[in-house]
Nanobody
Framework: VQLQAFGGGLVQVGGSLRLSCAAS????????MGWFRQAPGKEREFVAA????????YYADSVKGRFTISRDNAKNTVYLQMNSLKPGDTAVYYC?????????????????WGQGTLVTVSS
């Protein structure tokens, strides 16, 4: 399974971005999907996850109410809509897939990872 994340960029505080992650080579519709991020000098952290069906989602407290994860199984793509961005959201964002199809927050749970896309929030 190959995952490619894109949509990152430079945005001002309070702005919005939508990240996309396109999957190929596997059965996307059966995978749980997650977004993680890693800021310079910090460990990779969980951001959001969505069940294979799209029926359940889960968010880190730091992004709850500002970020929305969604998926389009017909397009083999998962999205992360990010609103009200803050400087603390600056990081490389990674998408990941878990074969179980369930929601997961631990990095070690995921089976496949994309290459990451940089989000920079400028004040």
């Amino acid at each position: 399974v190959q995952l490619q994340a894109f949509g990152g960029g430079l945005v001002q505080v309070g702005g919005s971005l939508r990240l996309s992650c396109a999957a190929s080579g596997g059965t996307f519709s059966s995978y749980g999907m997650g977004w993680f991020r890693q800021a310079p000098g910090k460990e990779r952290e969980f951001v959001a996850a969505i069940k294979w069906s799209g029926g359940s989602t889960y968010y880190a407290d730091s992004v709850k109410g500002r970020f929305t994860i969604s998926r389009d199984n017909a397009k083999n793509t998962v999205y992360l809509q990010m609103n009200s961005l803050k400087p603390g959201d600056t990081a490389v964002y990674y998408c990941a897939a878990v074969r179980s199809g369930l929601i997961a927050a631990g990095t070690s749970t995921y089976d496949y990872w994309g290459q990451g896309t940089l989000v920079t929030v400028s004040s």
